[in-house]
């Protein structure tokens, strides 16, 4: 791969090119810099389109990048891949016609357009790229010459609202013509920043924030501190993979699952109520604080937003941030949630976060929203810190981007039927069980039960549900664990209700 490579003469047709622009942030760097990122976005592009199965050659310019693939096949599917790479800012499968006069343009587009504007109102766009000395021909006049010939087939030109915009790039000898260009994240190339480790949850913030930390160039691990048993992991899993799979090339993020339940119960036995919120949460960053010292990490990051709940008022952000060696990032800090939850959209995290949600099973009643250093400091001395690690010791880590969740799945905790017989429980809230319920199912709010269950009649098969199958599914593990025979309803309420009106 080279840079400032110029083509100033005649070649044959190509269809099978993907054009490649660089984020406006890598072309303003310095010469060397500029090198180095687009050495690395280069890396990053070729181990998407690996991913996919997409052979290719890349070859490097000052703002932009060729890629070759095997076929015109291979270019239609490499496009949205590499619009996924972070540090492009557009992307567009082109064909690519060599040409000596503007009578060739006028006559490759009207080849390549006439068929496209049939019946449509059109536009002609196009631009002079490269050294400008080299090139003969003129973008305005091309646009006029090509538009003139196109429009006896179309509905019309029209350059304000037009139904199809045709774009021509015209360099040294060889022109590329397209008809839109992919907007890509922008942002810098992954990994050219260095590595940190990201708090996470299933939920929908902490997903968009490791997305926002990558695209500036941070390469990411992932801690999830486990407060929910074998199914909020999963779909936990299932989330950061999401990311892993579609959003990290060039990097191979791991996940560390550590099981928080020894140290859920040692703050609570030790702490006070209204402080175990902000406990927990300077608890999960000493967590990540191993791993972050263990993967060379320079920073932890997290999700939260100020103001958002009661544990993330500035004044809790502070007293949670002296807790930890490292600087923690907050990309989300001050955005609303309507702004994180487009994020999510697009990123594709949504639906799968939307499962998870945000569990916690430590919510007092009345959260302390000002806490000051030197109680949390004095609740902190009252925990056994061997607690934490062991459990941060005995972890499990995974390989994101080879994980197969397939053979995670658990499917002897869930059903999709429930037994006539069955001792069916309600974990929802009281005015969620009032509004609807499955016929003869006993109300049960999830704190009361995971206190409640070791007293339940062991001869009874219990079936249990919540909204999206989360707490059911915690509780549920729980329960067999200690020997009962229970179940979750496989996709919560929403699914049990369809499934009986149906």
């Not at 990122?37 to 052979?55: D, E, I, P």
């Not at 006539?420 to 049960?444: C, E, M, N, S």
């Not at 249990?464 to 915690?474: E, P, R």
Request: with cysteine; charged share 25%; proline share 4%.
């Amino acid at each position: 791969m080279s840079e400032d490579v110029s083509i100033d003469r005649p070649g044959p047709a190509n269809d099978a090119l993907v054009l490649v622009r660089y984020s406006g942030e890598l072309t303003t760097k310095a010469r060397p810099t500029r090198q180095y990122f687009s050495k690395r976005l280069a890396r990053n592009v070729k181990n998407a389109l690996h991913s996919a199965g997409l052979r290719s050659e890349i070859e490097r310019r000052h703002d932009r990048m060729h890629v070759q693939l095997a076929s015109r096949a291979d270019a239609h599917t490499a496009a949205p891949l590499i619009a996924r790479v972070f540090g492009v800012q557009s992307v567009a499968h082109v064909e690519e016609r060599p040409w000596s006069t503007q009578a060739d343009l006028v006559r490759h587009g009207t080849e390549l357009f006439g068929d496209l504007v049939a019946g449509k109102r059109f536009a002609v766009r196009a631009r002079r790229v490269g050294d400008r000395r080299r090139i003969r021909a003129k973008s305005g006049e091309l646009a006029r010459e090509l538009g003139a010939v196109l429009a006896p087939r179309s509905a019309g030109v029209d350059l304000t609202d037009p139904e199809i915009t045709t774009l021509i790039e015209i360099g040294p000898g060889v022109a590329h013509f397209f008809r839109e260009a992919l907007a890509g994240p922008g942002g810098l190339p992954l990994g050219v920043e260095g590595r940190a480790v990201a708090l996470v949850s299933g939920g929908f913030d902490s997903a968009v924030a490791a997305w926002q930390i990558q695209k500036r160039g941070v390469a990411l691990d992932y801690v999830f501190c486990n407060l929910g048993g074998r199914t909020h992991q999963l779909g936990t899993l299932r989330v950061m993979k999401q990311v892993a799979d579609d959003w990290s090339y060039g990097t191979r993020p791991h996940f560390h699952a550590i099981d928080f339940d020894e140290v859920s119960q040692d703050l609570q036995r030790s702490c006070t109520p209204r402080y175990w919120q902000i406990v927990l949460k300077r608890l999960m960053l000493r967590a990540a604080t191993v791993v972050a010292n263990e993967r060379g990490a320079a920073a932890i990051i997290t999700g939260e937003a100020i103001g958002q709940v009661s544990s993330q008022t500035l004044q809790n952000l502070s007293v949670i941030s002296q807790g930890c060696e490292f600087p923690i990032l907050r990309p989300l800090v001050g955005m609303n949630k309507d702004e994180i939850l487009a994020i999510a959209r697009h990123i594709g995290t949504f639906e799968l976060s939307k499962v998870v949600g945000e569990y916690c099973a430590l919510v007092p009643s009345k959260p302390a929203t000002g806490a000051r250093l030197d109680a949390i400091d004095s609740e902190d001395e009252r925990l056994d810190a061997s607690v934490l690690e062991r459990a941060t010791a005995e972890r499990s880590i995974f390989d994101l981007r080879a994980l197969d969740l397939a053979t995670l799945d658990d499917t002897r905790l869930q059903v999709e039927d429930i037994p006539d017989d069955a001792t069916v429980i309600d974990l929802r809230t009281k005015p969620a069980y009032q509004t609807w319920h499955y016929p003869g199912a006993l109300f049960l709010d999830f704190g009361e039960a995971m206190l409640a269950y070791p007293s339940f009649d062991r001869s009874q098969h219990y079936v249990l549900y919540c909204d999206f199958g989360l707490k059911s599914a915690h509780l549920a593990e729980l329960m067999r664990a200690e020997g009962f025979e229970a179940h979750s309803y496989r996709h919560g309420s929403a699914s049990l209700k369809k499934k009986l009106s149906s």
